[in-house]
């Protein structure tokens, strides 16, 4: 009897938890980095300045390239509080008695837990775990797609747009180049034929004589590209896909064509907004119609043949019924009616889910003009402004027949695709430095390579302490 007593109040509280959580309203008293409750309202949410400007950092570094290891190392070394002992000393947090011994130790796993919380988005997230049954006493966690998630609950401290591009950055896992740093063209260079990604190949510092002068030079580490499907031993491709070629770019070409398209599809945005407001629209429209004729053809060849399907499967159940076939075979084929099935009715459903947002989406022109916005300045190229401007580099195989190597690279920009600029239209240049001597150009090359020594030995030194972490 006490049992289904406790049953029955569960079952009553959890019935109260859910359509409090359904109808926008926080499920716990918690408050995570970065919020204070406030004091007039215990339910709604106030941004803390000194814990904001941390997170923001967070989601900074994140873009510009940084691990949560990397992080967390770099907030370690400028003294910043970790999130449990700053809200202790709020009279806050789970430990608000507790000294920490180490208050400025930050875990790669609290770096980690901040970046994918869509709370510093503005919006409220509920019912991330839950229990099977009143008896237990531990949460288990539930996929993203069962999380109710309420926008624009409370004032967001990361801009969408940063929290949706160090998503994209985590999700790749970067290789250290030859300098022992994370490269960021890593996950977004494609193989334009077989789609896979291009794997970076490493290559030391090198060492040559100069055929003028004799003396040696030293030449950088290169980090170069390779179909992911592709090997250079034997000749020919490995796994699946064995037939790829080698769609050879190095790093310095795709991040000269990257800037060069930055360069001028932000500068043809800033001085002809209107028509490149224009222009896009046009393009998304034509687009749309496209895919929306595309994919009415194929939601109604969904259909016919999960009718066809039925009427397989009910054949088949009366044979087996009948005797006319046993229990193995029915077993496989109807097996497979049904996988196929499952598998018509998801692609369907995500078909008419994309058609309808065709009918609603207009042209993210403007959050690309946000990103514009925020660079003045688009001479150099850096980790930050590759990840907030590039979705993904499609790098075809090069030709050779003419005798000069020509390769075609396909740049698709974040919120507008692959963009053309008009003809006729020209960046202007900033005015060349002027030629310097043979010595300066000397010393020059000598000071650029005492730096990067001194950054590859900075790089082996952390990955041995890594190691021995």
Known sequence: ???????????????????????????????????????????????????????????QMSVNGMGPFQIAKALEADGIETPGCYLAKLGLGTRKNN??????????????????????????????????SFKDRRQTKRPKEEWVIVENTHTPIVDPGIWETAQRCRKVIRRPDSLGEANPLTGVLYCADCGRRLYMHRRGPMKKISKITGNIIHESGRNDFYCSTYS?????????????????????????????????????????????????????AIKQAEAAKSHKRQIAKNEKRIVELDSLFRK???????????????????????????????????????????????????????????YADVAELTPAMR????????????????????????????????????EGFAVEEKAAPEPQSPDEQKRAKWREYARKSRERKLAAKMRGQQKTA
């Open 1 to 59: 009897m006490a049992e289904w007593y406790a049953r029955d109040a569960s079952r009553k509280l959890k019935a109260v938890y859910q359509s409090k959580g359904n109808n926008g309203k926080r499920t716990t008293n918690g408050i995570i980095y970065g919020y204070l409750k406030d004091p007039n309202d215990k339910t709604k949410w106030v941004i803390d300045p000194e814990a904001a400007a941390v997170v923001q950092r967070i989601f």
């Open 99 to 132: 000294v920490y011994k180490r208050p400025c130790r930050w875990a790669g796993t609290t770096i980690a837990n901040i970046l994918e919380k869509p709370e510093y988005m503005g919006h409220t997230v509920n019912f991330r775990s839950v229990k099977e």
């Open 232 to 284: 250079r031993r034997g000749g020919g491709g490995t796994g699946r896909d064995s037939d790829c070629s080698v769609h050879y770019i190095s790093t310095k070409t795709a991040n000269a064509l990257i800037l060069e398209t930055i360069k001028r599809v932000s500068g043809f945005a800033k001085s002809n907004e209107a028509e490149f407001m224009k222009m896009l629209r046009e393009e998304s």
């Open 316 to 374: 088949t159940y009366e044979d087996f019924v009948a005797g006319r076939l046993n229990e193995k075979r029915f077993e496989q084929l109807s097996g497979g009616y049904e996988t196929e099935q499952a598998g018509l009715e998801q692609q369907t459903t995500g078909l008419k889910a994309e058609l309808t947002q065709f009918n609603t989406d207009s042209v993210r022109a403007d959050k690309f003009m946000e990103i514009v916005g925020k």
């Open 387 to 422: 990840h907030e401007f590039v979705e993904k580099v499609l790098v075809h195989e090069a030709d050779n027949s003419s005798g000069v190597r020509e390769q075609r690279v396909d740049i698709y920009l974040n919120f507008i695709g692959q963009f053309e600029v008009p």
